[in-house]
């Protein structure tokens, strides 16, 4: 069975800073992808960023990157320029390529971006 | 694109009474619906993957006859809660998913629905 394990529950900085959240996954599946999704106050659950367990590349859509390191079964999340919008739950997550398409979640990060 | 919808918001009910939270993906065909509940400051925890026409899936722990879980349409799944009690308060999410949108494994999300069971 997958888990996922971010071993920060909390983090805090000032805004236009950059910061990093960890996340770290088991499995013994080849193909796979991994994502990084945002819940905010509102509670509605934002996909941020993804990335396919078979591109070396690591993902990127704006402020937001990852890095991917395969081998260490890590996926970590950087957030750069953080703006307050960016306070919310990090949730990292795991999905097979195959069978349920289940996703495995990680127990979160709850990141304050602070003016 | 790829919205879900998901209504009541928020519902208030007495213990003992059943209720039904519906989840519906609006703009694409979902072929598989999921269910999780998410307690305060917690992750999410599934409790069922359903496939349009086929019973639902249910994780280990998850109480078969007190959560059904209908899906009935691809477009369309439902979660009543049975003979509701105060433990069963939380907030239920439900996601979809499409072979035809997003990447594999990809959920759309609903806003959830807040139960509370006095």
């Known amino acids: 069975a997958q888990t996922v394990t971010q071993s920060q529950p909390e983090m805090s900085v000032q805004e236009a800073e950059t910061v990093t959240l960890s996340c770290t996954y088991d499995?013994?599946?080849?193909?796979?992808?991994l994502f990084w999704y945002k819940q905010p106050p509102s509670r509605q659950m934002i996909l941020v960023i993804r990335?396919?367990?078979?591109?070396?590349q690591n993902a990127t859509e704006n402020r937001f990157s990852v890095n991917f390191q395969k081998a260490a079964k890590s996926f970590s999340l950087k957030i750069s320029d953080s703006q307050l919008g960016d306070t919310a739950m990090y949730f990292c997550?795991?999905?097979?390529?195959?069978?349920?398409?289940?996703?495995?979640f990680g127990q979160g990060t709850r990141l304050t971006i602070n003016p | 694109g790829a919205v879900v919808s998901q209504h009541p918001s928020w519902v208030i009910c007495k213990s003992g009474t059943s209720v039904k939270i519906e989840c519906r993906s609006l703009d694409f065909q979902a072929t598989t619906m999921f269910w999780y509940r998410q307690f305060p400051k917690q992750s999410l925890m599934l409790m069922a993957t359903s496939n349009e026409g086929s019973k639902a899936t249910y994780e280990q722990g998850v109480e078969k006859d007190k959560f059904l879980i209908n899906h009935a349409s691809l477009t369309l799944s439902t979660l009543t809660v049975t003979s509701a009690h105060p433990e069963d308060s939380s907030f239920y999410i439900c996601?979809?998913?499409?072979?035809?949108?997003?990447?594999?494994?990809?959920?759309?999300f609903g806003p959830g629905t807040r139960l509370t069971v006095l």
């Open positions: 499995t013994s599946e080849n193909n796979y992808y």
């Open positions: 997550a795991f999905g097979a390529n195959q069978g349920a398409q289940k996703l495995v």
């Open positions: 996601s979809a998913s499409s072979v035809d949108r997003g990447s594999v494994n990809e959920q759309f």
């Open positions: 990335q396919e367990a078979y591109k070396q």
